[in-house]
């Protein structure tokens, strides 16, 4: 085996090891520097498919490391005392509420968590009110057979980002250091929430219940 075809056979042993990654970012490392290598390996057979192919690749891979990398960093930032969760909007859904709509009721089956955006959301059973950069439904998740707690209904109109589960999941199982990160900041904000009065008392930017 000559010096060019170990080149070859280095790019194709990173690309079955990033093939058996479980976590994202360190599987699109190692596919970017298997891409490199292959590409390598194609300029000196001269085989431009070859080329082609992995300089097709390369990009997607690139593009997918720095979101996954932006949000690891957005989370750590928020969990360390910015409490913003915009985020989370490449993720959900924007949608508009008017005054009295109901969002959910009590024992709904629970599929999403909403970030209030503006207006004021209520929910009746607690008196608890949701403004502006709170975070509602997020227990939901955890609560036996994923059924709400409370009802919600919008006393104010305004707008919600509906994040679904789905996609809070997806983002746990492709990077757990989202997951530790996500968890640390719903964490925070529960305790927040608790220390500011318990259920009598409005929920302030960056509260967090049910």
């Known amino acids: 085996m000559n010096w060019v075809e170990g080149i070859g056979y280095i ?7 990033a093939s058996a990654m479980s976590t994202m970012i360190p599987l699109r490392i190692i596919s970017l520097v298997a891409s490199a290598a292959v590409i390598t390996y194609g300029f000196l057979i001269g085989s431009m498919p070859v080329v082609l192919t992995e300089a097709i690749q390369i990009p997607f891979n690139a593009y997918r490391l720095w979101q996954m990398v932006r949000l690891v960093r957005d989370v750590e930032t928020a969990a360390e005392g910015d409490l913003s969760l ?66 919600l209904v919008c006393s104010e109109a305004g707008r919600a980002l509906e994040v ?47």
């Open 11 to 17: 790019g194709t042993a990173l690309t079955i090891a």
């Open 164 to 210: 679904p589960y789905s996609a809070v999941k997806q983002l746990y199982y492709q990077n757990p250091e989202f997951g530790f990160r996500f968890l640390k900041l719903t964490s925070e904000r529960l305790f927040q929430s608790a220390a500011a009065g318990g259920v009598s008392q409005p929920v302030p930017a960056g509260g967090d219940v049910m």
């Open 86 to 151: 915009d985020w989370l909007k490449p993720y959900g859904t924007e949608r508009l509420f008017a005054a009295g709509a109901a969002l959910f009721g009590k024992g709904d089956a629970a599929a999403a968590m909403y970030y209030v955006e503006s207006g004021c959301f209520r929910i009746p059973e607690y008196g608890i009110e949701v403004r502006a950069g709170g975070i509602v439904g997020e227990l939901g998740l955890l609560s036996p057979g994923n059924r709400r707690t409370a009802s």
